[in-house]
Structure formats: C-alpha cells, structure tokens
C-alpha cells in the first residue's frame, strides 16, 4: 500500500545533541509537510517542501532544518534539542501545493521525541 | 484571521450512544473544513471532508458531519459509538485556493465507556 513512513516510532536524545528524524513516502506526491505537536495541542506546521523548494514557516525556531534529497525522502534535524522540543512530530504529504480540489494530507504515524 | 474552535476537550460517552463533537470556523471567505482522528500514539487519519455541495457529509466509520454556513459549524457525529472510537478527533479548515494551510482546531478527545 502506498504509504507515509516515519522512523523511528519512538526517539530518544540528549539536551543539545543532534537529532534526526526521518519520513519516507511512496506516493509520489510533491509536497512534503513537518508538523510539531505537543501534548494535548493541535499540530502545528514547521515547513514544507514543494518539490525540492523549502518553505519555513515565520515562527519556526532556527533548531529546526530540514532536507529533501529526493521525491521520497524527507528528514527533520534539530541541532540542539532542548527540553521543550519533546513532542510528536508528524509528516505528511499531499499531491499538490494548491488544494483545488481539496484534497486532504496523507499522515504518517509519528516520531515521539523525547529529550533527556 | 481564520480560527478553528473545539469547544470540547473531553467528551465521555457510554458505548452505542450517540455523540457529537462541535466545531465552529471563523473566517470572512469560504473555506473547506475537514475532521481528522488521531488514535494513541498514531498520525492523523482523515474522517471526511467538506468542499462544496450538499451540507451534510459521510465519511468512514460511521461518521458524518453537517455544515452549517449561518452558525459557521461543521459538528461530527455519529449515531453509536464503540469502544474502539476512543480517540483524538481535531477539525480543520483550508481556504480553497492559493493556500495549502491547514488551523486545525485544538483537538476533542473522545472517550468510550463500556
């Protein structure tokens, strides 16, 4: 089945050290999205890649990078995790970049960070 | 500004009862709205959807959801619930065009008792 693979489930990192999360897609679809999400909180969108075009939002930390090194790949790297950088962190993919016909996100299950 | 509201974090309901989970959308233009439902330690799984046309729309599950354009609400619903419903149900919406944003809402967690 065509899916949105995320690994590992579970991640656990030291305060400060170099982390990276990784998001596989066999959906072919342009656009790569990286959503925060902390407990009990809606999920919240870091960036995206449409194609190998990144996107960051306005309000996400320099922590965060991501790199896209080919259509089905995607990772997220936090330079220095910090303790309040423990979440969730959800991928998700979509078939184009203007919903027109309103298609949803395809999710992966998640990467539960958790930082020691 | 857009802005989604789930008036509801918790909802407890006993099992084959009916529920609903409210949502209302704020926003000056149209806007497709969605509901999304995240079971533990899972992604997000899209529920059903709402772009245009009849106000009342069927997704998996057994959910439904009604838009209603003069009270800006898109409430799910289902007519009995089971144990394996237990989950975290989240809103959301998109303008239809130029954008491929979500704002989710803040997310009702469903809880069935047996």
């Known amino acids: 089945d065509a899916m949105v693979i995320q690994n590992p489930r579970y991640q656990v990192t030291q305060f400060g050290k170099p982390v990276t999360l990784s998001c596989s897609q066999t959906?072919?679809?342009?656009?790569m999205y990286w959503y925060q999400q902390k407990s009990s909180q809606a999920p919240k969108l870091l960036f995206h890649?449409?194609?190998?075009?990144?996107?960051n939002e306005a309000d996400t930390p320099d922590n965060f990078q991501s790199r896209r090194p080919n259509t089905s790949f995607c990772f997220l790297d936090i330079r220095s995790p910090g303790l309040g950088d423990a979440a969730m962190y959800l991928c998700?993919?979509?078939?184009?970049?203007?919903f027109g016909q309103g298609d949803g996100y395809t999710f992966g299950s998640g990467t539960r960070l958790t930082v020691v | 500004a857009q802005s989604v509201t789930q008036l509801d974090s918790q909802v407890p309901v006993f099992e084959e009862a009916p529920v609903e989970l409210r949502c209302n959308y704020s926003?000056?233009?149209?806007?497709?709205l969605f509901w999304y439902v995240q079971y533990p330690n899972q992604g997000l799984q899209l529920l059903l959807k709402?772009?245009?046309?009849?106000?009342l729309v069927k997704g998996i599950n057994g959910f439904e959801a009604e838009f209603n354009k003069s009270q800006t609400s898109f409430h799910l619903r289902k007519p009995s619930v089971h144990i394996s419903d237990t989950a975290e149900y989240f809103c959301?919406?998109?303008?239809?065009?130029?954008?491929?944003?979500?704002?989710f809402g803040t997310g009702t967690r469903l809880k069935v008792l047996a």
């Open positions: 959301a919406a998109m303008k239809p065009a130029g954008t491929y944003k979500y704002i």
């Open positions: 926003s000056s233009v149209s806007v497709y």
């Open positions: 998700a993919t979509s078939r184009d970049f203007v």
């Open positions: 959906l072919n679809h342009n656009v």
């Open positions: 890649y449409y194609d190998k075009d990144f996107n």
């Open positions: 709402y772009l245009s046309g009849s106000t």
